[in-house]
């Protein structure tokens, strides 16, 4: 028998917890080019069309059944999306929607941010609890899995920035792993590692700004001359680079404060400095800052990542969801030919 799945949206979100419960964490994703008209009734259209996405996609049942949701306020639209979801479940019963939880994990270096995360981790497995009690045993047992998953895909990564896999592809394999079981998700990725593949071709390219949640966009650049040799949004690197000092609830609270550093929750510097490293870590020719609509933190990091990096750089700002329009890639070719 299949475990009960908890939907959940953010990287922010410690699936170990889910797993530690008997339950199956499944990231929520969005469709990008579907109509969303359910899910701007409640957001409005000013909210990240992502997380309009998601809702529509939760309403119309289209993640099967949901035991419960975990949201992580890892930025402003995944809150509204908490605060939508907490009211339907409380006012409309006749939809079916399952629990809803809030999980508020901060970023700064502190001691005191790691006392506030710890409490917020405490709160929520007590109660995801209500599923099944999560004992220290099953926490350690958790945390080593998802860190055994993680190290995984860090090979992965490697094998990326020795030409042998796509970004695209790679973005599809990282994005499964958010679906399975965690064991499940590790057999697959160290099936893909033993996999003999022929070498890509491309202007390696760096992208930062918002996050991917599907391959479209990372498919027109492929497409048009670029391999996608690195990111630093939650849905690529960031989502795995850090792994847990032990398996124990406080290394894990401390694992997640210190992820990062994601566009809409760290400063200017921060980004700039972690996209430079990251960028020369990979080879990349080309920097594209990637802002989507309504997501209006990526345009503030760019020059000082662009100065940072000292690449050949392009803003893309407003983007729609899942595209890159032709005016975006028409200023990013020169760049690309430069490198």
């Not at 990111?231 to 609270?253: I, M, N, Q, S, Y």
Request: hydrophobic letters at 40%; proline letters at 7%.
């Amino acid at each position: 028998m299949s475990a009960p799945v908890v939907g959940y949206v953010g990287a922010d979100v410690p699936v170990e917890l889910i797993t530690a419960a008997g339950l199956r964490p499944l990231r929520l994703a969005g469709k990008p080019r579907e109509d969303s008209t359910a899910g701007d009734r409640y957001l409005g259209r000013g909210v990240d069309p992502a997380a309009r996405s998601i809702l529509t996609r939760i309403l119309a049942g289209d993640y099967g059944p949901l035991e419960a949701i975990v949201v992580s306020r890892d930025c402003e639209a995944s809150l509204r999306l908490f605060y939508a979801l907490r009211e339907l479940h409380r006012v409309e019963p006749e939809l079916g929607l399952p629990p809803v939880r809030l999980v508020d994990v901060l970023h700064l270096p502190h001691h005191t941010t790691t006392r506030y995360v710890h409490a917020k981790l405490a709160q929520l497995r007590e109660w995801l609890g209500r599923w099944r009690p999560i004992g220290d045993g099953d926490l350690a047992a958790a945390i080593t899995a998802h860190d055994d998953l993680r190290r995984s895909l860090a090979r992965l990564a490697v094998l990326r920035r020795a030409n042998r896999l796509s970004g695209t592809r790679f973005l599809e394999v990282v994005a499964a792993t958010t679906t399975l079981p965690v064991g499940e998700a590790t057999t697959l990725v160290d099936r893909l590692l033993t996999e003999e593949r022929p070498e890509v071709a491309g202007t390696r390219l760096f992208l930062t700004g918002s996050s991917h949640d599907s391959p479209e966009v990372y498919e027109t650049l492929e497409r048009n001359g670029f391999l996608v040799v690195g990111e630093d949004h939650d849905w690529g690197e960031l989502l795995f680079a850090r792994t847990c000092a032990a398996p124990t609830e406080l290394a894990l609270a401390e694992r997640y404060q210190h992820n990062g550093p994601s566009a809409p929750r760290a400063s200017i510097r921060q980004r700039a400095a972690h996209t430079a490293a990251a960028a020369r870590g990979c080879g990349a020719e080309v920097l594209l800052s990637y802002a989507r609509v309504h997501d209006d933190a990526p345009p503030w990091d760019f020059p000082e990542q662009r100065a940072a990096t000292g690449l050949p750089a392009v803003l893309a700002e407003r983007q729609p969801y899942g595209e890159l329009t032709a005016e975006a890639l028409a200023a990013l070719v020169p760049a690309g030919a430069a490198a």
